[in-house]
């Protein structure tokens, strides 16, 4: 009941910020959807930060490291902090700057006015929305399983125990159908009423809230455990090769990789090979690893996702000035660091932790994406554990909310606005269209969300694979005055086809180690999207005068 109590006050903190945010609301659809573009230095830094540290950041990597250890550190945040700050310095004011000159306010209208094509915005528009939607699952399944996770025993009489094993739900537990439904409609109302504006003061406030309550949480745990060096000697003695990148000792990776009986298989069939007419034996199959070199590199094409995020895009847009990207640029590494090192430590200590003999995390856990509550749950005082429940929530919304905006922003003004014509709609219209947008994704997002479909970190990396490869896209319109609208669309059909290639090979998600040529799917599909774009545009008639003349003057 303590942490239920702590997580009520804290939506309804949100829901009165939001409350204010609307009292500022112009009632322009440039207000709604862009703030008017007038926000500063802080508060941009606390939205693009509070959009990119999702339930991926918190949830996400704290399981992943609990499964592969402190690698993922290094295959995901370090990359992070640098490559991100690039796409802001070097496409975010870019892309600024020609949104304020051309009056652009979502991603398609410049992709169409830059390639000089109509039909791109209706390529585009699915498979942004499509991409979207797995992100968007990610925040609604972890405010769902953190909630269930940290109530149990809150309510026994009316939510009995769910599930069996170390992953059940305890008696009492607010359940996930239920908690997901509490965290939409709590972002729904404060996006709805306070549009981009609302957004950006949530956002500052959540960021605030997860970064102090994180640090504080894992003080705390770390002091639990016997301190800093008492909680990793654990792991060196029970788990070492959680604390390398690269793993050798095959009985483990039987336990936690699951693909000993694949390297079963290929060496029983190496054995069987004859010797060829040569007298050459057949080449031995590589032993199973960890993270291997190929997959650690290719992970670093993936931060290049926000490049393409169209939430990202509504956030750059709403900059007073190209300055107020001067604060992003430089505290944005920093305050990765702030947030990834806790987690990552935490998700390889649970590997180990052990209290009074007695393994935190008991031996078969399997339900990565609760790591983390169960962490807290066990290791903190009630006070505490609604209070970091609160920051992970933070988290999660802070990201959600500007997803679901960002979606209704690019039906009202690409779809409806464009093709019923922008003269022909009035402000109060356009806005009107974008929160139906807006329920009707928060809906779709839900329903989904029941499902539980795979585990966070895993869904998190399909998705940001699809927007990374997408960057050559926005990079070549930007810096390349020879990029064409046949490249455009050959880039972008790149993308799609060898994302659904790759995606159904890897079972549809199910197979969550999934490699292709020993690296990340990324990687072909980056590959196939470049090649698309600087071939084709190198094969077809360059863009005409004007358009040269209106984005590289």
Sequence with gaps: MTALIIISC????????????????????????????????????????????????????????????IGVYGKMASSSGIIHSACFFLVGIRLWSFGKKHGYTTQIQFF????????????????????????LLIGVMGAGVTIEKVTGGAFPSIFPAQGVGPAGVAAGAIPFWLGSAVICIVV???????????????????????ILLGVITFSVIASRLGGLQAATQMVQEH????????????????????????????????EAAPIDKKGREPRQPAKPHGIGKLKFLSYMLI???????????????????????????????????????????????????????????????????????????????????????????AAIMSSLDSQFLCLGSIFANDIVGHYIGADKLSDRQRIFYGRVFVILIVIVTYLLALTRPGGVFTLGVWCFSGFAS???????????????????????????????WLFAKAGYGANRSFLFMDMMPVATMFAASAIAM?????????????TLGKFFA
């Design 188 to 210: 729904l109302v404060y996006v709805f009423f306070g549009g981009v504006r609302g957004t950006a003061w949530a956002n500052a406030f959540q960021t605030i809230v997860f």
């Design 470 to 500: 997408l960057f050559p896209l926005v990079f070549a319109a930007v810096y390349w005055k020879r990029a064409t609208k046949a490249g455009a669309y050959a880039s972008v059909l790149a993308v799609a086809g060898t994302w659904l």
């Design 112 to 135: 169409r006015d830059r390639f000089e094509s109509d039909k791109l915005g209706l390529l585009l528009f699915p498979i942004l929305v499509g991409l979207v939607i797995p992100y």
């Design 303 to 393: 931060p290049l996702s926000v490049g393409m995020f169209p939430h990202l895009f509504q956030h750059w847009l709403t900059a007073k000035s190209a300055r107020s990207f001067r604060l992003s640029v430089v505290a944005h590494p920093l305050l990765i660091m702030l947030v990834w090192v806790p987690c990552v430590l935490i998700g390889v200590w649970a590997t180990s932790a052990m209290i009074g003999g007695k393994p935190v995390i008991p031996y078969g856990f399997t339900n990565q994406n609760a790591v983390l509550a169960k962490l807290v749950k066990e290791l903190t005082t009630p006070l505490l554990g609604g209070l970091l429940t609160a920051g992970i929530l």
């Design 534 to 546: 600087v071939v084709v545009s190198l094969m077809t008639r360059p863009p005409t005068q004007k």
């Design 239 to 270: 788990n070492p090769e959680k604390l390398r990148r690269t793993v050798h000792d095959d009985d483990i990776l039987t336990r936690y990789h699951g693909e000993t009986a694949v390297y079963e298989k290929k060496l029983a069939r190496w």
């Design 10 to 69: 804290y939506l309804a903190l949100l829901l009165l910020l939001g409350a204010f945010s609307s009292r500022l609301f112009k009632g322009t659809a440039a207000d709604y959807f862009l703030a008017s573009r007038g926000i500063g230095s802080f508060l941009l830094l606390m939205s693009l930060f509070g959009t990119t540290m999702t339930a991926f950041a918190l949830i996400g990597s704290t399981g992943a490291s609990f499964k592969d250890g």
